[in-house]
Each structure stands twice: as structure tokens, then as C-alpha cells.
């Protein structure tokens, strides 16, 4: 493809159009690389064969973008821009891989700058893998924000207004979802923190890892419905026997590889894989995906195996490919019905919803709120100015306040008093003590059969949907401004803080 000035880079440099460049011409359908980064220092052997793949794609004309991972797993590997400085030096657009689960704020915003200022613009926003493994131990989380709280961070240096900051940053911005989920208490929140990660600044989407067309076809059409106009790139996976195994144990958050498909991969030879690999890229052309995203770092022979087999295909092909491969996991919940002829959405046939479940204690709290602590509830007044006054008063009387406070919350709901309180936000569930990534802005995409990734608790944002569900609030669950706690708050009373206006809450409005 001829490059023209318009495609000219900031540094001089003559490369390929860039991804927001590529992704704003609807007739181009994108190809994005990943590369596994090593653990270890660039100069070893691993590193140095990565780093040899990565310099063969960057001469390849078909690889329109490398996109290079943030210590996936949870365990500590090279930095994604020790190998990205190399890539984009050559004219490779790049895109780097950011998860919150290693960095708080402040980090994540120094880091920005960092990648800015040399000449990384393309950022996937993640929360990330839980960690699994660390020095002499397993690494302790951070998760101070989350995914959307990245996104709303970046978007905001995006338009100068970073904390501190005296000048505008210039990130193309994406961020994942993770639908290949079994249950709808999963699935739905999903789709409904999508909508909130685009709103927050989010402008091309990567699905995680299934095989399943039709949950892929379903992403687009609810993508479409919703009015949400951002690109989505397919993840096609090039499996192996061993990565199978890895995937259907659960090893993995957020990736499927149900039974059915394990036991037919077993004993398979490369060939059958990178035909799988190429039916899925017709298939992502098919149902109006933008590009794919091609995992598993195939080797430069088995990445024009794929592009080439996929071409040759004829243009109806992708539609018994589609039929072919559903391996979906029992029971799984779709947001439409079947449609008996494509085996895909029936758009104009939701699927039937649960009834969900809502607990005395969260009906009970409810009332509460509205009663007491909702900003137009008819005892916020007299809670605010009795709040003001004791903020005045001697510390013993504020002291006693919070204790009451503590009483309460603490046995009802395994409060952490952390101040800045978002029980409202997960309908009465605290993240602070039931969530070990602390999500406040929906479910991260680690969830499998509605359990945590961490221990087999329930997640608390499928907790939250089924609870929202009886009074029919679910699809709002996720509205409003993303939710970014306040670290100064921690050990203060989130009572006075609520009355007061120094919680998030009082952020929003």
C-alpha cells in the first residue's frame, strides 16, 4: 500500500498508515499481530527470536500493526516498550499493552507520558491478569483504578487535562471484552461495561479468545444496536494441542476452549490449526468485524498460510465456516435466539432473560438509601447538616459516629472503610472486601462460570446484576461518569463523606 504525506509520521519517518488512520476507512480490513514478550533481558535468546519475528512482520505488507502484551498471566516479563522502541523506530505502528494490575495512578499517568513522548500513541487499556507469581513470592495487586478508570485517565491527558500536566497527549485508545461468557449474569455486564469503556474513550475493540461464531456475530449486531460505532477486531487464536489443554482448564482467565472442541483438536497436525485460524479470519470479514487480532505468535511461514488461505476462499464460504465453528459451552446464554437458517443472531429475537434473585438485606438497603443517603432523599438535608456539625465538633463525637458506622457496615457488608464508599454503585456489595481487583466499574473479563478467578467465590458484579434485575435496573448498572475511588478518603467516615460531597459521588454531580 502506498503511503501517502498525509500518512506521514510526527518523527519524520516513512511507515505504514497508522492504526486510526487504517481503522477510519471502513473498506480496510486490518491485521494486528500479538507478540508475547519474554521474561529475561532483550539480549537473551527468547527475547532476541521475539524481537527476530517482530522485525520479519514489520516488513510484512499484510501486518498492519504489532501489539505487544503487559506481562500477561500475572507474571513478570519484559516491558512491552523495551521491544516496541525497536518496532516503531522501523515505521511499525504498535500498539502497547497497559493493565492496571502492576501500577497505581500515579505510575499508569508517568507511564503515559513516558510512552507519549516516545512515540507510542496506540494503548490497550486493561485492568489485568491477577497476579500468579513474583520474586521470592506471589506479587502483591495494585488495581488502584481499573480499565475504565485507564481509559477516562488517558482520555483526559488526551485533552490536557491530566493531573499536572501542561500538555496534551495523543493516544488511539482501545480496550477488550470478554464475551465469550457462559452464564447472562456474566455475559450482559459485559456488554454493558463495552458501552462504558466507549464512553470513557475507547475507540477500537478487541474481543478475548473463544471459537464460537455466533457469540462473535452476536458482539457485532448488539455493538450496532446499542449505536456503539467503534471498530472491532476479531481475536483469532492460532491453537496447539498444549495451548488447548491450558485454555479448557481455566488457566487462563476469560479464554474458552470448551470440551467438545478439546477433544476434537487432540492429535491434530499444524495444518488443521492454521486452517482453523484462516476460517476464523473469513469468518470476522463476514460478519463485519473491521480486522482481525492474530495470537499465539505463528511463524512468519504459518502467518501468510493463514492471510492466504482466507483469501481464497469464496465470499459466501464464511457462512458454513460460521456453522462449523460453534463450540459453545452448555447452557450458554446468547443476548438473541438462534436464527435456525444462518445459525447466527436472529436480531429481532431477544433470548429470554432470568428473573434474577434479590436478597432481604439488599431490599432493606435500598430503602435505606433512598430514604437517607440518595441526594434527593428526604432525610439527606437533616443527614448533611447534622454531618456539618459534628465536622466542627470535637473529635471524640466524630469518633463515636464513625464506630456506629462501622456497626453497621461492617457485619452487613465486610466494609474495609475505605471512605470513599461504592456500595451504591454494585448494588450493596463492596468491592473493597469481596472483589480482589476491586472493580467499581463493572466485572473485569476473568470470571468463569460466574466465579471469581481468584478462589471460587461468586463474582460480585453477576451478584449485582441479578439483584438489579428484579426491579428491572440492570441495563442502567453501569451508567453514569466512571468511578475512580479517593485514596484520601480511607479510614474517614463515608457517611460524612457522602453528606459532606467529598466522595466520588459527590464528583459526579
Given at each position: 500500500?502506498?503511503?501517502?504525506?498525509?500518512?506521514r509520521?510526527?518523527?519524520?519517518?516513512?511507515?505504514?498508515?497508522t492504526?486510526?488512520?487504517?481503522?477510519?476507512?471502513?473498506?480496510?480490513?486490518?491485521?494486528?499481530?500479538?507478540?508475547?514478550?519474554?521474561?529475561?533481558?532483550?539480549?537473551?535468546?527468547?527475547?532476541?527470536?521475539?524481537?527476530s519475528?517482530?522485525?520479519?512482520?514489520?516488513e510484512?505488507?499484510?501486518?498492519?500493526a504489532?501489539?505487544i502484551?503487559?506481562n500477561?498471566?500475572?507474571?513478570?516479563m519484559?516491558?512491552?516498550?523495551?521491544?516496541?522502541?525497536?518496532?516503531?523506530?522501523?515505521?511499525?505502528?504498535?500498539?502497547?499493552?497497559?493493565?492496571?494490575?502492576?501500577?497505581?495512578r500515579?505510575?499508569?499517568?508517568?507511564?503515559?507520558?513516558?510512552l507519549?513522548s516516545?512515540?507510542?500513541?496506540?494503548?490497550?487499556?486493561?485492568?489485568?491478569?491477577?497476579?500468579?507469581?513474583?520474586?521470592?513470592g506471589v506479587?502483591?495487586p495494585?488495581f488502584?483504578?481499573?480499565?475504565?478508570g485507564?481509559?477516562r485517565?488517558?482520555?483526559?491527558?488526551?485533552?490536557?487535562?491530566?493531573?499536572?500536566?501542561?500538555?496534551?497527549?495523543?493516544?488511539?485508545?482501545?480496550?477488550?471484552?470478554?464475551?465469550?461468557?457462559?452464564?447472562?449474569r456474566?455475559?450482559?455486564?459485559?456488554?454493558?461495561?463495552?458501552?462504558?469503556?466507549?464512553?470513557?474513550?475507547?475507540?477500537?475493540?478487541?474481543?478475548?479468545?473463544?471459537y464460537?461464531?455466533r457469540k462473535?456475530?452476536?458482539?457485532?449486531?448488539?455493538?450496532?444496536?446499542?449505536?456503539?460505532?467503534?471498530?472491532?477486531?476479531?481475536?483469532v487464536y492460532?491453537?496447539?494441542?498444549?495451548?488447548?489443554?491450558?485454555?479448557?482448564s481455566g488457566?487462563?482467565?476469560?479464554?474458552?476452549?470448551?470440551?467438545?472442541l478439546?477433544?476434537l483438536?487432540?492429535?491434530r497436525?499444524r495444518?488443521?490449526?492454521?486452517?482453523?485460524?484462516?476460517?476464523?479470519?473469513?469468518?470476522a470479514r463476514?460478519?463485519?468485524?473491521?480486522?482481525?487480532?492474530?495470537?499465539?505468535?505463528?511463524?512468519?511461514e504459518?502467518?501468510?498460510?493463514?492471510?492466504?488461505?482466507?483469501?481464497?476462499?469464496?465470499?459466501?464460504?464464511?457462512?458454513?465456516?460460521?456453522?462449523?465453528i460453534?463450540?459453545a459451552?452448555?447452557?450458554?446464554?446468547y443476548?438473541?435466539?438462534?436464527?435456525?437458517?444462518?445459525?447466527?443472531?436472529?436480531?429481532?429475537?431477544?433470548?429470554?432473560?432470568?428473573k434474577?434473585?434479590?436478597?432481604?438485606?439488599?431490599?432493606?438497603?435500598?430503602?435505606l438509601?433512598?430514604?437517607?443517603?440518595?441526594r434527593?432523599?428526604?432525610?439527606?438535608?437533616a443527614?448533611?447538616a447534622?454531618?456539618?456539625?459534628?465536622?466542627?465538633?470535637?473529635?471524640?463525637?466524630?469518633?463515636?459516629?464513625h464506630?456506629?458506622?462501622?456497626?453497621?457496615?461492617?457485619?452487613l457488608?465486610?466494609?474495609?472503610?475505605?471512605?470513599?464508599?461504592?456500595?451504591?454503585?454494585v448494588a450493596y456489595?463492596?468491592?473493597?472486601?469481596?472483589?480482589?481487583?476491586?472493580?467499581?466499574?463493572?466485572?473485569?473479563g476473568?470470571?468463569?462460570?460466574?466465579?471469581?478467578?481468584?478462589?471460587?467465590?461468586?463474582?460480585?458484579?453477576?451478584?449485582?446484576?441479578?439483584?438489579?434485575?428484579?426491579?428491572g435496573?440492570?441495563?442502567?448498572?453501569?451508567d453514569?461518569?466512571?468511578?475512580i475511588?479517593d485514596?484520601?478518603?480511607?479510614?474517614?467516615?463515608a457517611?460524612?463523606?457522602t453528606?459532606?460531597?467529598?466522595?466520588?459521588?459527590?464528583?459526579?454531580?
Open positions: 500500500m502506498a503511503v501517502s504525506p498525509s500518512d509520521r510526527p518523527d519524520g519517518a516513512w511507515g505504514k498508515p492504526l486510526r488512520q487504517l481503522l477510519g476507512r471502513p473498506d480496510q480490513f486490518v491485521v494486528v499481530s500479538e507478540l508475547v514478550t519474554s521474561r529475561g533481558l532483550i539480549t537473551e535468546a527468547r527475547a532476541q527470536g521475539i524481537l519475528l517482530a522485525r520479519e512482520l514489520t510484512h505488507p499484510r501486518v498492519d504489532l501489539s502484551t503487559d500477561p498471566g500475572g507474571h513478570a519484559l516491558a512491552a516498550d523495551t521491544l516496541g522502541t525497536d518496532l516503531i523506530q522501523r515505521g511499525q505502528e504498535v500498539i502497547i499493552h497497559l493493565a492496571c494490575k502492576d501500577w497505581n500515579n505510575a499508569l499517568e508517568s507511564r503515559g507520558w513516558k507519549g516516545e512515540g507510542f500513541h496506540n494503548v490497550l487499556a486493561l485492568s489485568g491478569d491477577y497476579p500468579m507469581s513474583g520474586y521470592k506479587a502483591a495494585v488502584d483504578i481499573d480499565s475504565v485507564l481509559l485517565m488517558f482520555s483526559d491527558m488526551n485533552e490536557g487535562r491530566g493531573d499536572g500536566s501542561t500538555g496534551a497527549t495523543d493516544f488511539f485508545l482501545g480496550c477488550v471484552v470478554t464475551n465469550h461468557k457462559r452464564y447472562e456474566e455475559v450482559v455486564p459485559q456488554y454493558l461495561k463495552l458501552r462504558k469503556k466507549v464512553e470513557n474513550g475507547a475507540r477500537f475493540v478487541i474481543n478475548q479468545i473463544g464460537d461464531a462473535d456475530d452476536e458482539l457485532v449486531r448488539w455493538m450496532a444496536l446499542d449505536g456503539l460505532d467503534v471498530p472491532v477486531l476479531a481475536n492460532v491453537l496447539t494441542p498444549r495451548a488447548a489443554r491450558v485454555f479448557n488457566r487462563i482467565p476469560g479464554v474458552v476452549v470448551t470440551d467438545e478439546l477433544a483438536v487432540e492429535n497436525d495444518s488443521f490449526f492454521l486452517d482453523l485460524a484462516a476460517k476464523q479470519v473469513a469468518i463476514g460478519i463485519g468485524c473491521r480486522g482481525i487480532y492474530l495470537g499465539g505468535q505463528p511463524s512468519l504459518e502467518f501468510d498460510a493463514i492471510l492466504t488461505a482466507a483469501d481464497a476462499f469464496a465470499p459466501e464460504d464464511w457462512r458454513s465456516f460460521a456453522k462449523e460453534q463450540f459451552q452448555p447452557n450458554e446464554f443476548w438473541f435466539e438462534r436464527d435456525p437458517e444462518t445459525g447466527l443472531s436472529a436480531i429481532d429475537q431477544p433470548a429470554l432473560r432470568s434474577g434473585h434479590a436478597p432481604l438485606r439488599y431490599r432493606f438497603s435500598r430503602r438509601h433512598a430514604l437517607v443517603f440518595g434527593q432523599a428526604p432525610l439527606f438535608d443527614g448533611r447534622l454531618y456539618s456539625a459534628v465536622d466542627q465538633g470535637p473529635a471524640p463525637v466524630r469518633k463515636s459516629l464506630l456506629v458506622e462501622q456497626g453497621v457496615k461492617v457485619p457488608f465486610g466494609c474495609k472503610d475505605c471512605g470513599d464508599c461504592s456500595l451504591p454503585d456489595l463492596c468491592p473493597e472486601s469481596q472483589c480482589v481487583k476491586n472493580q467499581r466499574n463493572g466485572p473485569c476473568g470470571t468463569r462460570e460466574g466465579k471469581c478467578e481468584v478462589g471460587e467465590k461468586d463474582c460480585i458484579w453477576a451478584l449485582a446484576y441479578d439483584r438489579l434485575k428484579v426491579f435496573e440492570e441495563a442502567a448498572m453501569l453514569g461518569p466512571a468511578v475511588k485514596n484520601s478518603l480511607r479510614g474517614t467516615s457517611w460524612a463523606n453528606f459532606l460531597g467529598r466522595d466520588h459521588q459527590a464528583k459526579e454531580n
